[in-house]
């Protein structure tokens, strides 16, 4: 009796199944992972005057921060050298990773770009009228802007009364360089009056920042700046002319 009692006793003492202790080894496993994963948040939570409300604004902050310098950026439009396209005191968003890709700025584009050595010490917003290659002139014998021998019709975005140039020129623009123009000419300082200085007015690619998007405020005036239809007809460099 005292024999079969005892063996009776050891199979109730025998071993849980392996699958039982194996899911209650990953039950606590995940719970310290997520424990562990939280920490680092209740530290600095407690670290930081405000706690939680401070941190979570400091975040949105840090985020807003990179989101500017990096994707989409605002600039405030100082001067009416692209009225009417874009007034004084008009923000725009500019699409930092338009020309990031593999993708350049083609004409018709609004860019802003650092003039510093070129233009002045500052940022600029123009049209792109000619790309590496072309060759821009104006004026025609009526009067109008060629590009790659083909006219260009400018009249959706030129400013009400201004001619196209009042500064004769005939340029060929190098390899990875832009002409600029503003839309406003006879108020605007562009390519046209640096075709003496080093560089001749052609702005390196490397100096643009991004394209110029999206008319963010005032809400009146808000408006995607979409790429005109005007140079469709323009051949590519070296293209037959019309």
């Known amino acids: 009796m005292d024999t079969e009692a005892q063996q009776h006793m050891e199979r109730d003492r025998s071993p849980r199944p392996s699958g039982v202790e194996v899911s209650e080894e990953i039950s606590d496993t995940g719970g310290s ?85 070129y233009f002045g ?7 792109v009228v000619g790309v590496g290659g072309d060759r821009v002139v104006c004026c025609d014998q009526e009067g109008r802007l060629e590009v790659n021998g083909r006219w260009v019709d400018e009249s959706s975005f030129l400013y009400p009364g201004d001619s196209p140039s009042n500064v004769p020129f ?21 390519s046209r009056d640096h075709l003496g200085s080093p560089g001749g007015g052609m702005v390196p690619l490397v100096f643009v920042i991004g394209r110029a998007e999206w008319i963010a405020w005032p809400a009146d005036h808000w408006t995607r700046l979409d790429r005109p239809d005007a140079y ?4 590519a460099a070296g293209g037959a002319h019309g």
Not at 121 to 127: G, L, T
């Open 33 to 117: 992972e997520e424990r562990s994963r939280f920490a680092w948040v209740d530290r600095t939570t407690a670290l930081v005057p405000g706690g939680r409300y401070t941190l979570t604004v400091l975040i949105c902050l840090l985020f807003l921060a990179l989101f500017s310098n990096f994707v989409m950026q605002p600039f405030q439009i100082p001067s009416s050298s692209m009225a009417d396209s874009l007034r004084i005191g008009d923000r725009v968003l500019v699409n930092k990773l338009a020309y990031r890709f593999g993708s350049e700025p083609q004409r018709g584009d609004v860019v802003v770009f650092d003039g510093t050595g």
């Open 232 to 235: 469709a007809r323009v051949p």
């Open 170 to 190: 005939d340029v060929v623009v190098p390899e990875g360089r832009l002409f600029l123009l503003g839309d406003h000419r006879s108020d605007s300082s562009d």
């Open 121 to 127: 010490n500052a940022d600029y917003v123009k049209r």
